[in-house]
Nanobody, 120 residues
């Protein structure tokens, strides 16, 4: 079994910063890629950022230059640093990962989601 556990989000004022983490645990052989998605009220879940096993990154246009995704391979943890936050960044943020298990199955997993609110 594999679990993804996200850190608590929070509430910040526009222009502020938040850091989210996603810790993977369980029968992990390797984490092939880790993503962040978000879902705002009344909207579909959307892609935010991705980091692969070779540390290549990809960002949604809406967050480029403001968000940074990174990973700590030793801790099986992904980090999303969010700066210059805007009200439109308000959403539930979900961690997602493609993981090869010790049994050599490659599956994808989701975290439970964490609320980020940007408001004055």
């Amino acid at each position: 079994q594999v679990q993804l556990v996200e850190s608590r989000g929070g509430s910040v004022q526009p222009g502020g910063s938040l850091r989210l983490s996603c810790a993977a645990s369980g029968s992990i052989f390797s984490i092939n890629a880790m993503d962040w998605y978000r879902q705002a009220p009344g909207k579909q879940r959307e892609f935010v950022a991705r980091i692969t096993d070779d540390s290549s990154t990809k960002y949604a246009d809406s967050v480029k230059g403001r968000f940074t995704i990174s990973r700590d391979n030793a801790k099986n943890t992904g980090i999303l640093q969010m700066n210059s936050l805007k009200p439109e960044d308000t959403a539930v943020y979900y961690c997602h990962a493609y993981i090869t298990t010790l049994g050599r199955a490659t599956l994808h997993y989701w975290g439970q989601g964490t609320q980020v609110t940007v408001s004055s």
